[in-house]
């Protein structure tokens, strides 16, 4: 089947799986501007951002030649559950005929899930079909652990893009390796790679740590979040996401009674400021932020799709928060017509302020009683 995906974050997982399965992979191009324009002349005017890129993302793979969509679904009282449907028919008004195959937890709907990897799997042996999950699975946890050191290290490199350029070698390495031996190998040179980039001495006052939550597409695809990871590197500011890929297959892997995740643990934190879940990431937001302020994170900034209705609420209680654990939060709005220039500034200013803040608490303190942070670069 020639196949193909949304675009989102490390796609070079999602690609990777499909070709173990036996298909033709068609890579969706990363969302450009054209992809927006196109998701945008198509979509209705309201819909949310990630509906209206995703859809441009799919009219540029069906026209590489996809026939097949494979996508995840969405559930609760948010607009996540009918995108499918969505870009179905306006794919078919168009005049083009796609088979979608949308996963879901495997707990809400045990027989679609089933069926929907009998499909997926097509001849392939079960065998190697639980073979290529496993090492998937595999690779994403240690993708995801060498992006989180990438995070870090980019904020104090000496040469601007080093890190990314080996980041975008690390991927591509690990889309070259078929074996849970050559994953390893391909771990190990990411890793020596990445301590050997030449980083400036930074105080223990200059460190900042911020962390980046909200509607998991805008958070995880850099492309429409005006790179925003690598904007706060480049300030100096040390990053963490709120979502990675492998917490999110591990927390949707496991039954509710053993699930002792990172998303489990978050969801709790943000229980006492939205009790219920609202669709969406915006639990997981809230939760974050009080994640954030007591792992002493210096700041925060918030992303949400303009018109995201979760994390619209979620904004809405972000100052309670932020007053609660003294942590400071920028919200930005994105889509279509975002400027880059405006949210700049408003980025700067934003992380002037946290470093001010950050100093201000330090020299409050002796020596001694500082919580001491280790430099993301010197650890293992
Ligand atoms: S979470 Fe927000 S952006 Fe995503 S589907 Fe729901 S309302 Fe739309």
């Given at each position: 089947m020639k196949v193909t995906f949304p675009y989102m974050g490390t796609t070079v997982v999602y690609k990777k799986l499909l070709e173990m399965l036996g298909h033709d992979v068609i890579l969706p191009p990363k969302p450009t501007r054209t992809t927006i324009n196109l998701g945008v002349k198509y979509s209705?005017?309201?819909?949310c951002f990630p509906l209206k890129v995703i859809m441009g993302s799919y009219f540029e793979a069906i026209q590489k030649g996809a026939e097949v969509i494979v996508t995840s679904g969405g559930n609760g009282p948010c607009r996540a559950g009918f995108y499918e449907r969505v870009h179905q028919r306006i794919l078919e008004s168009e005049g083009y005929d796609v088979d979608f195959i949308v996963f879901d937890s495997?707990?809400?709907?045990p027989k679609t899930f089933f069926r929907n990897i009998k499909k997926l799997r097509d001849r392939t042996p079960w065998i190697q079909v639980m073979k290529s999950l496993l090492l998937i699975y595999d690779m994403i946890g240690k993708l995801d652990n060498l992006e989180k050191k990438v995070q870090c290290i980019r904020a104090y490199e000496?040469?601007?893009?080093e890190t990314s350029r080996i980041w975008e070698k690390i991927q591509y390495d690990f889309d070259q390796a078929f074996s849970f031996a050559s994953m390893k190998k391909a771990f190990k040179l990411g890793k020596e790679k990445l301590n050997s980039v030449p980083i400036h001495h930074i105080e223990e006052e200059e460190q900042i740590r911020i962390g980046i939550v909200g509607e998991i597409y805008v958070v995880m695809e850099d492309s429409i979040n005006m790179k925003m990871e690598q904007v706060l590197n480049s300030l100096g500011a040390e990053v963490e996401r709120s979502q990675y890929l492998s917490q999110w297959v591990t927390y949707n892997m496991l039954p509710k009674w053993m699930n002792w995740t990172h998303e489990n643990a978050v969801l709790k934190k943000g229980e006492p400021y939205i009790p219920i879940l609202i669709g969406g990431h915006a639990k997981q937001s809230v939760g974050q932020i009080v994640d954030y302020g007591q792992r002493k994170f210096d700041g925060v900034v918030h992303l949400m799709p303009f018109g995201c209705l979760p994390e619209l609420v979620s904004q809405s209680i972000i100052p309670k928060i932020s007053e609660d654990y003294n942590i400071p939060v920028l919200t930005i709005s994105l889509d279509e017509q975002t400027g880059i220039a405006n949210n700049q500034t408003r980025i700067e200013a934003f992380v002037d302020l946290v470093r001010g803040k950050r100093k201000q608490r330090l020299n409050g303190k002796t020596k001694l009683s500082r919580n001491k942070r280790e430099h993301c670069c010197s650890s293992s």
């Open positions: 209705p005017e309201f819909a495997m707990f809400r709907d000496k040469n601007r893009g």
